[in-house]
């Protein structure tokens, strides 16, 4: 909320600082506190860029599945440390995104078969 409220230089700055203080308090120094520290200065001060058509699919893909992604990571991180007895955090990242992106394709198939044929039938008024 800090973030998207920042609208001026000296709000984003105050955000920025405050969101560093809060990742080095949680993450320390280690390379997922540069992961986020970056990415928090990505959406303060880059307002925008081109991004190529073939790219777009790809965002959009992950854009799309980001709550399936986030609701299989914790599982994945879990099942590679025990297929490969050590963290694989990368690893664990790519198996999270298509784990993610599988399960909101079979989520939109079964909105489309499922629960759309439904909906259609009590849309018809009874005779």
Known sequence: MV???ARDLPSRLFALALALISILAYWQ???AAFYVAGG???VLFIRSFRVPAPAKV??????GASMFIYLTHYQMISLVDKLFGHHMPWLALILSII???IG???YAWA???VLKPRRRAEAVPAE
């Open 104 to 106: 909101a394709h079979i």
């Open 40 to 42: 928090i200065a990505v």
């Open 111 to 113: 909105e489309r078969f």
């Open 58 to 63: 790809v965002i959009a893909e992950i854009a």
């Open 99 to 101: 784990t993610g992106i």
């Open 29 to 31: 120094v280690t390379s």
């Open 3 to 5: 973030l998207a409220s």
